[in-house]
């Protein structure tokens, strides 16, 4: 079964109703061009303030949500959303213009931020420690500290401290997210990570490097919740595990290119600038490209299905109105205290925290250590860049393996299928820590990458299962302020005194991932109870609701009685 076909099996069926229009031509009557079908504000703020679906575009679109939507006109729509190229024979910007690129623009971005990640560990077999001063000695006798009390390496203060900038943007930078168009704030974002990152490359001692990695680790904050964002914008809830799928196999893809990018910096005379080291070109080349992207980003990529160019108004209702089983409601920019209360008394949000924490550990740790792990193997430089190829390989082979198993699973078994790929992680710690041979250690750490497809199946947990924009902010800073907390603990579990094997390093990443199958277990828990507690009190009259209207309010999923949380992608999952 191909990822194509898992594509075509996530489409629900499409019941009838009598009261339907059946054929597209019955649509024409959403064509209107006498209204706006966003809000408008005064001022310069108002400009670049998120634009609101008018109260007329929701009006019709609660006349589409009473339409039967024909399933061939969804299916051309969504591949227009996805990837595929209106040709046209207007000039080569408007055919720029015209290309549907959410999934690939997503993908780009995805594999530029996990590149963007993994510089330092990189720069490490390039000797920035030498060219920089970075030995613990040196770090210890510039900061007044005797060498004992010199805990942990700088490289270990380095790869946490891009986290810590992190863990004290991720909740602003959500808050931020709903006020702001979603696309232009990402690329506003992804700009400043390429610039901050050709600026390390001109870093003169570690206190410049820590300074930068900090800011960096900050506005790289709104990537992940950003990509999540977006998915949920553009998809149903039965879409989201895919189309995260796609865009999270850059992440293997961007393991493969840092590999590639490593090699050829190692055996490539680069004489370009005079002198310059080789570690500054991965700060420099991958800066530029993050830039580059940016600008492509900013300029071509909707910001959301109310004001895009790219589909009639026919459409665009469409894209928003084969979403009314999610019971998400309409995309806004208000902040709603109650949401933000309720999001901080749901148990949801701390699991959903101690989700992220837990699956990051590990990622800490092997994201800026993997390389000098695999060199401990006993490869040499260049050797251990190319070890990089089958772990991006493996990575992108278990995240398609893991959304065409979540296709034919029965109904309800999305969390134990995030158990299933997260044991062989285990698993490759265990052989990584003590294991006799290389290729048994290197076979370890390669499975360890089957973490990646937890993490995607993960994230759709979160952006199906939570209902109201506000509250929807607050859970997924919840989660990605975990993913900050976990890659700052991860990389202090790696002594320089255990080196080459790492081993409290490597034996703690395996009781973390461990402890995010517990996690995951309550996850499932929690929402499998409150779906039996709701079922219930329809089935015995205590609850009433109209599922139509309820689709078209911003209510949070405590208080939307049509709201069933998903464990599975099927929208009859209980």
Known sequence: MSLKEVDAAEKPEIHEAEYAPKTTKDLEWANRDDIQDVDQRSGVLGYFL?????????????????????????????????????YTRQSPLRLIQEARLIIPALSVCYMFYYVDKTTLSYAAIFNIKKGLNLGKSEYASRHNLPVCQSLTSPQNWLSSLFYFGWLGWALPTNLLMQKY?????????????????????????????????????????????????????????????????????????GIALGGILGF??????????????????????VGALCCAWAIFMFIFIPDSPYQTHWFTRAERLIIVSRKRNDQNGPDNRHWD???????????????????????????????????????????????????????????????????????????????????????????????????????????????????????????????????????????????????AAGNIVGPFLFKDSEAPTYITGVVGCMVSRILEIVVILALR???????????????????????RVTALQDISDWKNPAFRYVLRCSIHDA
């Open 50 to 86: 998120k634009k609101n679906p008018s109260p007329e575009f929701i009006a019709d679109l609660a006349t589409m949500n009473n339409t039967v939507l024909d399933p061939k006109e969804v299916a051309r729509i969504e591949r227009k959303i996805d990837w595929s190229v209106c």
């Open 264 to 285: 050829g910096i190692g055996i490539t005379p680069l004489v370009c600038i005079k002198g310059l080291p080789s570690w500054k070109y991965e700060f420099l080349i």
């Open 181 to 253: 168009p979603l696309n232009k704030y990402l690329a506003f974002n992804i700009f400043l990570w390429g610039a901050l990152l050709m600026a390390q490359a001109a870093s003169r001692n570690f206190t410049d490097l820590a300074i930068l990695r900090t800011l960096s680790g900050a506005f790289e904050a709104t990537a992940d919740p950003a990509f999540v964002l977006i998915t949920s914008t553009w998809y149903t809830r039965e879409q989201q595990p895919t189309r995260i799928g796609y865009w999270y196999c850059a992440n293997g893809i």
């Open 525 to 547: 828990v929690v929402f499998s109870r409150a779906n039996a507690k709701r079922d219930r009190d329809v089935t015995e009259g205590r609850v009433q609701y109209d599922d």
């Open 337 to 483: 205290a109650s949401q933000a209360i309720e999001g901080f008394v749901d148990i949801k949000t701390y699991l959903f925290f101690l989700f992220g924490f837990t699956a990051n550990v590990p990622n800490g740790g092997t994201s800026n250590f993997g390389t000098l792990i695999i060199q401990g193997f006993g490869f040499n430089t260049l050797n251990t860049t190319l070890m990089q190829l089958p772990y991006g390989a493996i990575i992108v082979a278990f995240i398609v393996v893991a959304l065409i198993v979540n296709k034919r699973l029965p109904p309800g078994n999305r969390t134990y299928l995030m158990v299933a790929t997260n044991i062989p992680t285990v698993i490759g710690f265990a052989l990584v820590a003590w294991a006799k041979g290389k290729g048994a250690r290197l076979f370890g750490y390669w499975i360890t990458g089957a973490s990646n497809a937890t993490f995607v199946v993960g994230l759709s947990l979160v952006s199906g299962n939570v209902g109201g924009q506000t509250k929807k902010a607050i859970a997924s800073a919840a989660v990605f302020l975990g993913v």
